[in-house]
């Protein structure tokens, strides 16, 4: 039976990605999509998300809930310059109304308590993937800590325990726009699995994968709104690839092992004026009584050549999706 998945979501390009990698996978079903503010504000990640779910035409839809629009302490902080204004490089209009017959309705919960009913009703555990700020899982384990120990896994795409940021030196993007989320998710006790750039970095999609894919409406769309991300890989890293952050993290979902992993203590920076939001995760070599104990599963090693087979086949090839999905999208 498909493991029922939780996702918890900015989009933001590679989370777009990433949805249409979690619904062509038939070992997960997405029963909950919730927005949050990050890459762009919360009312723009929402739509992004019906519109995204219009396109995939999923059966059965699964609920779509509003999320936070502000981190906990600090004001909002987007990536507008990366994503594009609606977040989806600027070609969002090209897919379908997220208001019309094709997109799912809007749930009226807030994403919190959509959330916490999914876990309670599950038929068993399910999997929480959060791919951006970590406000509304913040919010939840404040709200109802004893009802998220019922989740099989929460797997983060976020933080940098051995590498340099993403939008400082110091701080990977999703833990620098609400660091105190982050550091209140990791002191929740949950079994974590943290997915940062330490080996999101490695898995790389080639423009010349692209180049060699079908000429089919989901490459034409994933190809639209990718191009602004090789356009900056090219500008700032010198290459003709782009890091897949939030496909890994739903890869994770049902094949955790594509990555290598240590349990280790990880804080946040919440405070700092240079580190805001870095991860720093105690490495030393010194005896386990003399640390704080392990809180989540760092992922330190990937297999990118298995994990990237498996996103062509899925999304650019769609292999694993019946002719009726093929013909919907």
């Given at each position: 039976?498909?493991k029922p998945v ?5 989009p933001g390009i ?316």
């Open positions: 039976m498909p939780i996702i918890d979501t900015d590679d989370d777009a990605l990433a949805l249409l990698l979690a619904f062509g996978s038939p070992e997960l079903a997405p029963v909950c999509i919730t927005s949050v503010s990050g890459n762009v504000d919360v009312d723009t990640a929402t739509d992004n998300i019906l519109r995204i779910l219009a396109h995939i035409g999923p059966d059965p839809a699964p609920t779509v809930a509003r999320g936070a629009e502000t981190p906990l302490e600090k004001a909002p902080e987007h990536a507008t310059f990366l994503h594009g204004i609606d977040g989806l490089g600027d070609a969002g209009g090209e897919l379908p109304d997220p208001r019309g017959d094709d997109a799912p309705g809007l749930s009226e919960e807030h994403a919190v308590d959509s959330i916490l009913r999914h876990i309670e009703q599950s038929p068993e555990p399910p999997v929480l993937v959060a791919l951006g700020p970590m406000t509304n899982i913040a919010l939840a384990a404040q709200k109802a800590p004893q009802t998220l120990r019922h989740l099989d896994r929460l797997i983060i795409m976020g933080g940098a325990v051995t590498v340099a940021g993403n939008i400082t030196p110091a701080a990977e993007f999703n833990f620098y726009v609400d660091p105190l989320a982050a550091q209140i998710v990791l002191d929740s006790g949950l079994p974590i699995t943290l997915t940062g750039l330490d080996v999101t970095r490695k898995a790389r999609l080639e423009l010349r994968d692209l180049d060699a894919c079908p000429d089919t409406p989901r490459t034409r769309l994933v190809q639209r709104i990718t191009s602004s991300l090789f356009t900056h890989s090219q500008e700032t890293e010198g290459t003709e690839s782009i890091p897949l952050h939030d496909p890994l993290a739903i890869a994770l979902s049902f094949r955790p092992d594509l990555c290598s992993t240590r349990e280790l203590p990880v804080q946040v920076e919440t405070r700092g004026e240079i580190c805001e939001g870095m991860s720093l995760a105690d490495r030393r070599p010194v005896l386990p009584r003399l640390k704080d104990p392990p809180n989540a599963h760092v992922c330190l090693d990937l297999a990118a050549d298995s994990f990237l087979t498996l996103f062509r086949e899925r999304v650019l090839w769609e292999q694993s999706l019946s002719s009726e999905a093929q013909t919907r999208t």
